[in-house]
C-alpha cells in the first residue's frame, strides 16, 4: 500500500514526461520547431505543473506562440502525464474551447478516457463524448460561452460549485484562443429598435426613459461624459422582467437571433442605468453610448491561455500593464520568409461587395484563383447577410472556370479559428476583412485597460493600436489555416496569401510586423482604366504628391477651385468612383477629416501603432 510521502507529487516530473511525449510526437509528424519554440512549449508544460502543485501565482500566463508551434500538443501531453499519475488524482482540469465544434475532434485528439470525463455545452450529443458525472470527472471541458454565462449565478469562480472536482475547484484551468475580462457595450438607437416597440407596448413608462437617454446623446459632443439615470431604479423594474419580454424562442433561425440580440441589446442597457458613460460620434451610425462591464471574477486566476494573437492585440498588454492581471510567458519569434503575402488596395468591408464594386472583386477573386488550377485555395469570406453581401462562395464557385471545384475550400469570418482541415493548403485569400465601428474600439481598450468613463479619455493613438491589433488577430488566424501553419525549424511553410485591404486599414503597412520576414507584393487583377475627370483629378493629385508640398494634407475645397469642378460632382461622381479609389490607394492616400463630422481632404497615409513599432 502506498504511503502519503510516496503520492506526494515530485516537482518537475510532469513537466519531463509531458516534454518528453511532445518530442515523441513531433518526430513521428516531421515537425521540426526551433530550439527556442521547444523551450518556450517547456514554459507552457511548467505552468500547467504549477497550477497542479498549487504554486501558480494568481495571474493569468498567456503563450502568444503562432499557430502551428504546438501549443495545443503540449497542452495534450500535460494532461494525458497529470491522468496517469497517481499523485495528481485530486487535481481536476477545467478546459475552456472557443467552439463547440472543437470538441468532439479535442477529445478525440486527447483520447481522454470518457470514464474520467464531462462535458458540459446545450448539446446533449457533445455532452455524451463524457461518461463521468461532473463533479467525478477529472477533466471537464465546456465553451468559454458556457463559463461566462454560468459564472453569472455565483459571486467568485472558486464558489462556482458547478465546476468543481470532488468538491474543491479545478487547480489546472485552460482557455483556448481569445480571452477577454468581459463585454465591450456600445449602444444607439439603430442599436435599440428592435428593442424599443415591445418596451413600447408593455413598459411605456420604460421606454420614454430610454427614449430620453438617447435622445440627449444626440445633442453631445464627441468625447463627452454623461451621467445616465438610474433608470432600472426609477421605475422598479429589474433586467429580469425586461428579459422576460424575450424569452419565447423563435420557431425559424432568424427568429432567435433577434430574440437573442434583444436579451443582448436588453442586458447592456441595464448595465449603463444610473453609470457615467461616454458619448462618441459614431460616423453613419450616428452618437453612441460607451461602456464596459467585467464578466469575468479574478479569481479565475490561476489559468493558462493559449493564443497566437497575444503578441499582436493591443488587449492583452493592457492587462498586462493595466490591469495587471496577465504575464507573458517565454515566447519564440517564427520566421514567415517562406510567405508571400499579395495586397489588393482595395476596401475590404461588407460594404465594399455591394454593387460594381463588388462585382470586381468577385471577378478578381476568380481571375486569381484560375492562374493556378492545379493548386489548392482556401477562401476567407463576409457571410451573407441579405443586404449588403450575397452568397461569396456561390458566386465565386460561378466565375471560377479552370479550377477544379473540389481545390477550392471556403470558411466565413467567425469560422476561421481553430481549424487545421486547411493545413496543405498552398493558397489563401482573405476575400474582405471584418471591421467595426470605431465606438467599439474605444470600448475595447475601456474594458482591457479598466478605465471607466471618469477615469478620462482615450485617446486616438490609443483607439488606432487596438483597432490595428483586432485586424492583425483576424489575419494571423486566418492566414494561418493554411499551409504556413506548419513549421520547419524557426520557419514557416511556403504559401500565397492574397489580401483585400485598403490603406486606411493600415493592413497593408502591418503585414511585415504581423508575419516577420514575409514578402509583400502588389496585387491587382481587376484593371479599372481611368479616363476624363477622374483621370483629372488623379494626375493633379500626383502632380502635388512629387511637389514640395509642406503639408501632409490636400483640402477637397482646393481640388475642386482649382480644377473647377462642383463639389457635389466631385463627391458623388468622382470620390465614389471605384477606379479613383483604387487609384488612391496606390497612392498611399487616405480620405480624412480636420475635426468635422465628414471627410474634408486626402492624407498620405500614417503607419500604424502598438505591435508594429514593437516589432522594430
Known amino acids: 500500500m502506498p504511503t502519503e510521502s510516496y503520492l506526494r507529487p515530485f516537482p518537475g516530473y510532469l513537466t519531463k514526461q509531458a516534454m518528453a511525449s511532445v518530442g515523441r510526437f513531433f518526430r513521428s509528424k516531421g515537425h521540426n520547431p526551433s530550439p527556442s519554440m521547444v523551450a518556450a512549449l517547456g514554459d507552457i508544460a511548467r505552468t500547467i505543473e504549477q497550477m497542479a502543485l498549487g504554486e501558480a501565482d494568481r495571474k493569468l500566463f498567456l503563450s502568444d506562440l503562432d499557430p502551428g508551434t504546438g501549443k495545443s500538443t503540449v497542452i495534450k501531453a500535460s494532461i494525458d502525464a497529470l491522468l496517469t499519475q497517481q499523485a495528481y488524482a485530486h487535481v481536476g482540469v477545467l478546459l475552456c474551447v472557443s467552439r463547440l465544434s472543437e470538441i468532439e475532434s479535442m ?59 470532488r468538491g474543491q475547484p479545478r487547480q489546472v484551468r485552460l482557455w483556448d484562443e481569445s480571452f477577454s475580462v468581459g463585454q465591450a457595450i456600445t449602444l444607439n438607437p439603430a442599436d435599440l429598435g428592435f428593442l424599443f416597440p415591445v418596451l413600447q407596448r408593455f413598459k411605456p413608462d420604460l421606454y420614454q426613459s430610454i427614449r430620453r437617454l438617447f435622445n440627449a446623446a444626440s445633442e453631445a459632443t464627441d468625447g463627452m461624459v454623461y451621467e445616465v ?84 492585440r493591443d488587449g492583452y498588454r493592457d492587462m498586462q500593464d493595466e490591469r495587471r492581471i496577465l504575464v507573458k510567458l517565454e515566447s519564440a519569434p517564427k520566421s514567415y520568409e517562406p510567405l508571400t ?20 472583386l468577385l471577378d478578381g477573386i476568380a481571375k486569381t484563383v484560375d492562374t493556378k488550377p492545379g493548386e489548392r485555395w482556401l477562401i476567407v469570406h463576409h457571410r451573407a447577410d441579405g443586404f449588403r453581401v450575397g452568397d461569396v462562395e456561390k458566386e465565386i464557385r460561378k466565375r471560377v472556370k479552370a479550377t477544379p471545384g473540389d481545390n477550392l475550400a471556403f470558411i466565413s469570418w467567425g469560422n476561421h479559428q481553430a481549424t487545421n482541415a486547411y493545413v496543405d493548403y498552398e493558397n489563401v485569400i482573405l476575400a474582405g476583412t471584418l471591421y467595426y465601428r470605431p465606438s467599439f474600439y474605444e470600448a475595447l481598450k475601456r474594458l482591457n485597460a479598466d478605465r471607466p468613463s471618469g477615469a478620462g479619455r482615450v485617446t486616438q493613438e490609443e483607439i ?125 492616400l487616405e480620405e480624412w477629416t480636420t475635426g468635422k463630422r465628414y471627410f474634408t481632404c486626402f492624407r498620405r497615409v500614417v503607419c500604424g501603432y502598438g505591435f508594429v513599432e514593437d516589432a522594430a
Open 107 to 165: 477529445v478525440h485528439d486527447m483520447g481522454i478516457p470518457e470514464g474520467m470525463l464531462h462535458v458540459l455545452t446545450r448539446d446533449d450529443a457533445v455532452n455524451a463524448l463524457g461518461k463521468a458525472p461532473i463533479n467525478e470527472a477529472q477533466v471537464l471541458i465546456t465553451t468559454q460561452q458556457m463559463v461566462e454565462s454560468r459564472l453569472r449565478f455565483y459571486p467568485s469562480f472558486e464558489a462556482a460549485d458547478l465546476f468543481f472536482y
Open 464 to 588: 488606432e493600436r487596438v483597432m490595428l491589433g483586432e485586424h492583425a488577430h483576424l489575419i494571423l488566424q486566418a492566414l494561418c489555416r493554411g499551409r504556413v501553419r506548419k513549421c520547419d525549424g524557426e520557419k514557416c511553410a511556403p504559401m500565397h496569401a492574397y489580401v483585400i485591404a485598403s490603406m486606411r486599414s493600415h493592413i497593408p503597412q502591418a503585414l511585415p510586423a504581423i508575419f516577420p520576414g514575409c514578402t509583400v507584393n502588389p496585387w491587382k487583377p481587376i484593371e479599372v482604366p481611368l479616363s476624363g475627370r477622374v483621370a483629372k483629378v488623379v494626375a493633379y493629385v500626383e502632380r502635388w504628391l512629387a511637389s514640395s508640398a509642406t503639408t501632409d494634407v490636400l483640402s477637397f475645397k482646393t481640388i475642386c477651385h482649382d480644377l473647377r469642378i462642383g463639389s457635389t460632382d466631385f463627391g458623388n461622381n468622382i470620390r465614389k468612383n471605384p477606379a479613383f479609389r483604387d487609384a488612391l490607394a496606390e497612392l498611399s
Open 229 to 312: 439615470e438610474d433608470f432600472a431604479a426609477k421605475h422598479g423594474v429589474d433586467l429580469n422582467d425586461v428579459l422576460g419580454l424575450f424569452d419565447e424562442d423563435g420557431k425559424d433561425k432568424e427568429e432567435r437571433t433577434l430574440r437573442d440580440d434583444q436579451r443582448h441589446a436588453a442586458t447592456s442597457l441595464w448595465y449603463i442605468s444610473g453609470k457615467t458613460v461616454t458619448v462618441r460620434l459614431d460616423g453613419r451610425f450616428g452618437h453612441t453610448v460607451i461602456d464596459y462591464r467585467d464578466t469575468m471574477p479574478l479569481d479565475l486566476a490561476p489559468m493558462l491561455i493559449t493564443d497566437a494573437s497575444g503578441r499582436v
Open 341 to 360: 503575402v499579395h495586397v489588393w488596395k482595395r476596401g475590404g468591408g461588407k460594404s465594399s461587395f455591394q454593387g460594381s464594386t463588388g462585382v470586381d
